[in-house]
């Protein structure tokens, strides 16, 4: 019970504009699971609300900001997922157009030596994914006629 005061009571500093109140909240929110809670903070134009999930590690509370259309989470989940070698789950946000995934994908996929797939994003037109493709080394056999007097 005097949890709940606590998080109401930083609901309203919050909601005051007091940002070091909405980091906190932001943190408990994430603690507890209440993932939900975090929206209305990141609408609001707080950055903590998308922060907390990204230094907490939790890829859900990211997703759901990242699918209301806030640039920034979408930017720290794919970050997130590209540090936990996550490339599935960035493949989906790149199918969902979002570049700077596409970037972190590619570098994953660098990372792992994921040349197919890495072909594979240059065919449907990802930028960054052509520049993380090896270069092709081509080996040249010269063979030389000496002629003997």
Known sequence: MAEQG????????????????????????????????????AEAGHDSAIKAPAEHGRTEGLRVLAHT??????????????????????????????????????AVLAEQGAVEDLRALVDVGAPYAAQRL???????SLRFKVAVP
């Not at 930017?75 to 570049?99: C, K, M």
């Not at 090896?134 to 040249?140: A, E, G, M, Q, Y």
Request: aromatic share 2%; charged share 35%.
């Open 69 to 106: 259309g806030q640039y920034t989470a979408v930017r720290h989940l794919a970050e997130l997922l590209a540090r936990q070698g996550r490339t599935a789950d960035l493949r989906a946000l790149v199918e969902a157009r979002h570049d700077e995934a596409a970037e972190r994908r590619a």
């Open 6 to 41: 606590r998080i109401d009571g930083l609901h309203s500093l919050a909601a005051a504009g007091h940002d070091r109140a909405a980091g906190r909240l932001a943190d408990l929110l994430v603690e507890q699971g209440r993932i939900d809670e975090l929206r209305p903070l």
């Open 134 to 140: 090896p270069k092709r080394r081509t080996r040249l």
